[in-house]
């Protein structure tokens, strides 16, 4: 069974910055990506990354702030997070599949962590 482990949330203040990270079981997977969901909020997209990081996408909202990157050797794929702000609270969630073209819906990926907390004081 294919699974998805994600580590490094937490608690920051604003404008602080955290890593997630996300550990695959099995190099299948053509794309990666990151979720999130607060409270009383439809799941959304943040950013992905194509295997080997030829191609990466992102939501308006974390552009310049957030950067995705990935360790094939290792099969992790990171979220740096800069800059955050309170609005960025949220349990985030690592997804991927074996789709191509960097998909930025949730019904696109077919395998998801057990989702991460970061919480961002203002």
């Known amino acids: 069974q294919v699974q998805l482990v994600e580590s490094g949330g937490g608690l920051v203040q604003g404008g602080g910055s955290l890593r997630l990270s996300c550990t695959a079981s099995a190099r299948t997977f053509i794309t990666f990506g990151w979720f999130r969901q607060a409270p009383g909020k439809e799941r959304e997209f943040v950013a992905a990354?194509?295997?080997?990081?030829?191609?990466?996408r992102y939501t308006d909202s974390v552009k310049g702030r957030f950067t995705i990157s990935g360790d094939n050797a290792e099969n992790t794929m990171y979220l740096q997070m800069n800059s955050l702000q309170p609005e960025d609270t949220a349990v985030y969630y690592c997804a991927a599949t074996r789709r191509f073209g960097i998909p930025t819906r949730a019904d696109q990926y077919d395998y998801w962590g057990q989702g991460t907390q970061v919480t961002v004081s203002s």
């Open positions: 990354i194509a295997r080997g990081g030829s191609a990466t």
